[in-house]
């Protein structure tokens, strides 16, 4: 694969721009330096923001006061790559295989975001833009987007706009336009289990003293009951129940569980009874484990008591749940079950609103007007299960709902071993960025 454009996008994938990782906040700097570099060379006045955290990059075309403004977000930080060994080829040293680019940030957000900026540098080189182009490309998405209210707050009328766009999510099919009209809020912890005030012999002491693993572990089954449902007081109490249009699109949808059961390489599915898996991933509020740790993990076996375990976890909030209740509701029901003999250390996380958008609205109707142009399909409208935090923030300080333009396949791997980015949808997504600026400008 000669094209230019695709070097780009392998060179900006080599950046190890890991935000979880403190080892990495050198590459972050390189990153937003690439990112401000590749911004200037497309001809826009492009700068790197400080913030407390990763730098904030920023690129504008001169703004006229004649044309509409969209904002392009999108994150140049990306997840973890571990574990290593699961990867085919290494995740920092992108490979082209069978048409798709495989390296972590291929699909989430660098192929995603280098595509609507190459758009712009494509049709900046054709003549004048129809709208003035913002864009706001942010290096803390992954880690919950701590610093980014904050800079929208201060630099709100220079970040002024009519519309924002992003593509940072997943198409229902493969190559099927989609127009994702609402994402899950979360809200994350972490819950430490402390026992005996050190690790103990397992046979001197075992039977007398609390075992913090199985409190750990007690505490996590009892989250869920028996119908697949969390089992926190209180939870649903907010959840909005999908109306009946939204249960008939759901059914509607092109995704088949089967087509979920083979991305996630499960041979049964597992969830809330009463809902298809389209409306459990996209409609339905969630908790999962994301890890869990104590005791002995080395080689062989070790006879030993921990003195503490923990675990983490998120959960995924719908309309009109909010982080702050939820992680309230969450932390009484610990407490409330938590086995005798431990102690627990509870530490709230990050959190973000869940978002919704009217996809009938005139701005919804001007994306899915995009789409169907590029792609000669009518768009599918999708609610999705991941969470882009910020969105609700962008509504209430810059004024507008998200357009969510899916450019990453359903199998993209985000987040997992083996990520990848077919380098048809890069090209096709140059192409949506164009048709959606001029949809924008009506
Ligand atoms: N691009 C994803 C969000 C996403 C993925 C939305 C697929 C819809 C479908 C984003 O980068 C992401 O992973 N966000 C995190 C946010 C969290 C770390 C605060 C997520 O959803 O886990
Ligand atoms: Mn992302």
Not at 4 to 9: K, S
Not at 40 to 52: D, F, N, R, S
Request: aromatic share 8%; hydrophobic share 40%; net charge negative.
């Amino acid at each position: 694969m000669n094209d230019p454009r695709v070097a780009e996008l392998l060179e900006f994938v080599r950046i190890p721009s890991v935000s979880a990782q403190s080892v990495h906040a050198a590459d972050m700097e390189r990153c937003a330096d690439w990112l401000v570099a590749k911004l200037c060379q497309i001809g826009l006045e492009a700068g790197k923001e400080p913030t407390p955290g990763n730098p904030i990059v920023l690129g504008k075309t001169p703004r006229d006061p004649s044309k509409k403004t969209v904002l392009i977000y999108g994150h140049y930080d990306v997840q973890p790559p571990e574990p290593l060994e699961l990867w085919t080829s290494p995740p920092f040293d992108p490979e082209i295989r069978d048409g798709k680019i495989y390296g972590r940030g291929a699909s989430d957000n660098k192929g995603q975001i280098l595509a609507h900026i190459l758009g712009v540098g494509e049709a900046l080189a054709e003549g004048p833009l129809p709208v003035n182009v913002i864009f706001l490309i942010e290096g803390e998405e992954e880690v919950g987007s701590g610093h980014l209210a904050d800079f929208l707050e201060k630099h709100r009328a220079e970040l002024a706009c009519d519309a924002i766009a992003i593509s940072d999510t997943g198409m229902a099919a493969d190559g099927y336009p989609t127009l994702s009209y609402a994402l899950r809020g979360i809200a994350a912890m972490e819950v430490r289990v402390f026992g005996p005030s050190h690790d103990l012999h397992s046979g001197i002491y075992g039977g007398a003293v609390a075992n913090p693993a199985t409190a750990a572990a007690r505490l996590i089954a009892s989250l869920h009951d028996s119908q697949g449902r969390v089992a926190i007081e209180g939870f649903y109490d907010d959840v909005q129940p999908m109306q009946p249009w939204e249960r008939k699109a759901a059914a509607e949808s092109p995704v088949s569980d089967q087509a979920i059961a083979e991305q996630a390489g499960v041979s049964e599915l597992w969830g809330e009874a009463g809902y298809s898996s389209v409306e459990r991933i996209g409609a339905r509020p969630t908790a999962e484990i994301n890890g869990i740790g104590s005791g002995y993990q080395g080689e062989g076996s070790k006879t030993v008591l921990p003195a503490e375990a923990f675990f983490k976890v998120t959960f995924r909030l719908v309309a009109n749940q909010t982080p702050e209740t939820v992680l309230e509701q969450a932390r009484c029901y610990f407490e409330k079950h938590k086995p005798p003999g431990v102690r627990l250390e509870i530490i709230d996380g990050h959190g973000g609103e869940p978002f919704f958008l009217n996809p009938k609205g005139a701005q919804g109707v001007a994306a899915c007007r995009a789409l169907e142009a590029v792609f000669g399909k009518k768009p599918a409208l999708t609610r999705e299960g991941g969470s882009i935090p910020i969105l609700a923030d962008f509504q209430k300080i810059l004024g507008h709902p998200a357009l969510l333009l899916a450019l990453a396949s359903p199998d993209c791997r985000a987040h997992s071993p083996n990520e990848n980015f077919p380098v048809e949808n890069f090209f096709t997504g140059i192409r949506l960025n164009k048709a959606l600026l001029q949809e924008l400008a009506l």
